[in-house]
């Protein structure tokens, strides 16, 4: 499997929001889309998925044009978990309601397992949820209709670090257990940082410089970048300790490998 974002431009009315986008991503891999609130990302992860349509370029997968109408091959999972359920349905009816095959409740309790939740919230609806749980619910969903490739756009934003940190490590347990692959859209290195293999730079609806190597200290390439370390690196922000846990995770998981 391998999305490719070919030279993807986007202008809504006269104006410019996206020029000359152009990445691939390939199966099981985790990349990051960085930058400020206003360069792109969100719009960039809306003609991913097919809900926008491009201006200029096209987005191809495993080589073939995707539209989205196709099947749910490639799937959003929103910042505000919130207003992307139906508040009137159950925890059952959300996970239920997209999948075009039966699902038997033991599939969703299973489903619930793996984002570690169980069987107790099947029937709870989404205001009896903490933003954490209900992002968990998220993840279940689009887990359950078994996509390619999962963008997170800004899904973890918001959260309490504590909780942040859970889902981070959910996030890569999931990976590995189902080698998914996603694409992590953020405006915090940390939590890119965290769990990408590498991290695209937006600015200014451009994709501007891309980071592969972690070393110390950073190769920067662009402006843009610089300011987006430089608001990470402060060293009593209680996100700077995610890294630090995540590194152990994977440790833990190559450690259980051997």
């Given at each position: ?21 152009h ?24 003609l ?7 201006s200029?370029?096209?987005?191809l997968l495993?080589g073939?044009?995707?539209h989205?109408?196709?099947?749910a ?29 039966a ?11 793996e ?11 989404p205001?009896?949820?903490s ?51 996603y ?29 592969t ?11 843009a970048t610089?300011?987006?370390l ?13 890294r ?15």
């Open positions: 499997m391998k999305i490719e974002c070919r030279h993807v431009s986007k202008q809504f009315d006269t104006k410019p929001v996206l020029q000359n986008c990445f691939s991503v390939k199966q099981g891999e985790i990349v990051g889309i960085m930058g400020e609130s206003g360069t792109g990302k969100s719009t960039l992860a809306k991913l998925v097919g809900l926008e349509q491009a200029a370029g096209e987005i495993d073939k044009p995707y989205g109408k196709d099947g091959r490639i799937l959003l999972v929103f910042q505000d978990a919130l207003h992307a359920v139906n508040p009137l349905f159950s925890v059952k009816d959300i996970l239920t309601e997209a999948t075009k095959d699902v038997s409740v033991e599939e969703i309790v299973a489903i619930l397992k984002v570690g939740l169980d069987e107790t919230y099947l029937t709870k609806k205001r009896q949820l933003g954490g749980q209900l992002q968990r619910i998220c993840i279940a969903r689009a887990l359950l209709l078994q996509p390619d490739v999962i963008i997170f756009d800004e899904a973890l934003s918001g959260l309490d670090p504590l909780i942040q940190g859970q889902l981070l490590r959910l996030l890569y347990q999931l990976k590995i257990k189902h080698q998914q692959t694409i992590f859209i953020s405006h915090d290195f940390n939590l890119c940082y965290a769990l990408c293999h590498r991290i695209l730079v937006m600015f200014d609806g451009q994709i501007v410089d891309e980071i190597d972690f070393s110390d200290p950073i190769e920067v390439n662009h402006p610089q300011n987006l430089t608001q990470s690196q402060n060293p009593k922000h209680p996100k700077c300790r995610i630090k846990m995540m590194a152990t995770i994977q440790q833990t998981h190559e450690g259980e490998q051997k």
